[in-house]
């Protein structure tokens, strides 16, 4: 079945640098957008980045846009976003999702599969 299982979460002093990871199985990842969701304390899930199922384009939410950087290994089924100038506001738990065939990686409702999440906080 498919599995999404995220990993590289912790805690980093604001302006610090973290690269999470998600690493995934059961499903034929190079064909499938993949997305970033976090869930940042007393907010509801929002998108964060997505990436094309052949590496490209990459599309980033506004609040993160030129810190962060999607991107994807498809020989080894992995998926990563690399973060930096980190602030308290980023801290959340962070969701990788496969986006559905055809389906926006920007709706929230068109992710069929999610991991468990990684923690990052900053402080």
């Known amino acids: 079945q498919v599995q999404l299982v995220e990993s590289g979460g912790g805690l980093v002093q604001p302006g610090g640098s973290l690269t999470i990871t998600c690493a995934a199985s059961?499903?034929?990842?190079?064909?499938?957008?993949m997305t970033w969701v976090r869930q940042r304390p007393g907010k509801m899930r929002e998108w964060v980045s997505s990436?094309?199922?052949?590496?490209?384009?990459?599309y980033y939410a506004n609040g993160v846009r030129g810190r962060f950087t999607i991107s994807r290994d498809n020989a080894k089924n992995i998926l990563s976003l690399s973060m930096r100038r980190l602030t308290p506001e980023d801290t959340g738990m962070y969701y990788c999702?496969?986006?559905?065939?055809?389906?926006?990686?920007?709706?929230?409702?068109?992710?069929?599969?999610w991991g468990q999440g990684t923690q990052v906080t900053v402080s």
């Open positions: 999702a496969r986006v559905k065939e055809l389906g926006d990686p920007y709706e929230l409702g068109d992710l069929t599969d």
């Open positions: 059961g499903f034929d990842f190079r064909r499938y957008d």
């Open positions: 990436i094309g199922a052949n590496g490209g384009p990459a």
